[in-house]
């Protein structure tokens, strides 16, 4: 069945970007909307974005200007870039496989990426 | 403040029926299909309802979904020690042109 790991240094200081990487095991990385989504410390989930098809990206409006989803499909890799990080970025990210109508199967197990000097 | 509301906690005990439920707006809930995950710490976030009530396989029937005018339900039957986890509902708001989640519902089986 489908996996996915992500990977990616678990501190950043501000203002730098942030850097993940999800690996897709058992499964092609071809169709599907592969997501990023994110849980702060203490809070709920939130929609980062996704990247499908050819390339296209669509992401949430409160982080457009920082954020960029780009894919692999050599390597079965989809990533993350989140630019200008203040401790407020500070969360959980997991990387998900997502279908068009907004639900997500299966998850990463996620990583903690704290950000601060 | 999450888009989709969600009671923080719901408790019941071994064996009973427990429901959970997701409040949202015409933008989201109202236009858009509902999931449901169960979310254990440490771990990914499990995906128990999609499409408002299909079940992915290997989600038992001791777990359903509903979806009426702007609001979701998430219903457990059966209860179990091993069902206490955070539940987080799920949907698409087109005013927004984001998904967006609910806060999450912490389930203590007593």
């Known amino acids: 069945q489908v996996q ?6 678990g501190l950043v200081k501000p203002s730098e970007t942030l850097s993940l990487t999800c690996t897709v095991s058992g499964g092609s990385i071809s169709g599907y909307y592969w997501s990023w989504i994110r849980q702060p410390p ?3 989930l939130e929609w980062i974005g996704y990247i499908y ?3 296209t990206t669509n992401y949430n409006p409160s982080l457009e200007s920082r954020v960029t989803i780009s894919q692999d499909t ?13 401790a407020a970025d500070t969360a959980v990210y997991f990387c998900a496989r997502g279908e068009w109508s907004f639900w997500f199967n299966p998850w990463g197990q996620g990583t903690l ?5 | 403040q999450s888009v989709l509301t969600q009671p923080p906690s719901v408790s019941a005990a071994p064996g009973q029926k427990v429901t959970i439920s997701c409040s ?3 933008s989201n809930i109202g236009n858009s299909y509902v999931s449901w995950y169960r979310h254990l710490p440490g771990t990914g976030p ?7 009530n299909k079940r992915p396989s290997g989600i038992p029937d001791r777990f359903s979904g509903s979806k009426s005018g702007t609001s979701a339900t998430l219903g457990i039957t059966g209860l179990q020690t091993g069902d206490e986890a955070d539940y987080y509902c799920g949907a698409w708001d087109s005013s927004l042109s984001a998904g967006v989640f609910g806060g999450g519902t912490k389930l203590t089986v007593l």
Not at chain 1, 74 to 86: A, D, G, H, N, Y
Not at chain 1, 113 to 117: A, E, H, L
Not at chain 2, 46 to 52: K, M, P, S, V, Y
């Open chain 1, 113 to 117: 990426v704290t950000v601060s000097s």
């Open chain 1, 42 to 44: 203490g809070k709920g």
């Open chain 1, 74 to 86: 050599s390597k079965r890799q989809f990533s993350l870039r989140l630019s200008s990080v203040t």
């Open chain 2, 46 to 52: 499990q995906l128990l309802i999609f499409d408002n």
């Open chain 1, 4 to 9: 996915l790991q992500e990977s990616g240094p």
């Open chain 2, 24 to 26: 949202g707006s015409s």
């Open chain 1, 53 to 55: 098809k050819s390339g």
